[in-house]
């Protein structure tokens, strides 16, 4: 098994009785939103080493969603992506109905594309430079990277690396919990003697 997949592992047994995150202190959208909907033509996904269009399932209601806010410029971001990428393969081969879409913080299309073939991220990102213009996107980011924000589809916030917008926590807490949601927290247990990936934000250029 991938050694970064198994860095998860101590967080997530230390936690397994903890529930998930207060929602008194997980940043809120101000007003709900349908995410499908909202994200509907605003999506693209890697193919072929291109950007294509990206069209959500409309026969298929989407449950949960998790927003990877990234850049390929951080190191932080560039050791996670491996591990959620396995997670997200993993969890979907198992049948849990969700949908991870990546938030480029990168400093052009280029880096992003760059970044997104490097790691073949096999999830839908959204369209470059749309952060500012879709706003409950922007409203769930934090303000650096790594960060998740797990929502249900109608824009409830369920877990956060932030906490009261202020305090970082990581990307741990928030995947184990969004795991719990999806019914795939299995796939995050294993050897809590390996290393786990470091909690460490990092603000966008």
Not at 93 to 119: C, P, R, T, W
Not at 173 to 181: E, N
Request: glycine share 4%; net charge positive; with cysteine.
């Amino acid at each position: 098994m991938n050694s970064g997949f198994l860095s998860l592992s101590l967080a997530l047994l230390l936690t397994a009785a903890v529930p998930a995150q207060d929602e008194a202190i997980i940043p809120q959208l101000p007003r709900p939103v349908i995410v499908a909907k909202e994200l509907a033509e605003k999506l693209v996904r890697l193919e072929a080493d291109k950007l294509v269009a990206h069209s959500l399932n409309p026969e298929k209601a989407i449950d949960h969603f998790l927003l990877f806010f990234s850049a390929g410029w951080s190191p932080t971001c560039k050791k996670f992506t491996p591990v959620l990428s396995k997670f997200y393969n993993e969890a979907k081969a198992s049948g849990a109905n969700f949908e991870i879409v990546f938030v480029s913080l990168d400093d052009s299309e280029k880096e992003m594309l760059q970044y997104m073939a490097e790691h073949k991220m096999p999830w839908p990102a959204l369209r470059f430079n749309l952060l500012d213009k879709v706003d409950f996107i922007k409203q769930a980011s934090g303000r650096g990277v790594p960060c998740l924000a797990a929502l249900d589809s109608r824009g409830l916030v369920l877990a956060h690396s932030y906490r009261q917008r202020k305090k970082y926590i990581g990307v741990e807490v928030p995947l184990g919990d969004f795991a719990k949601l999806i019914g795939a927290r299995e796939l995050l247990l294993s050897d809590p003697s390996k290393k786990k990936v470091p909690d460490k934000e990092e603000q966008p250029k």
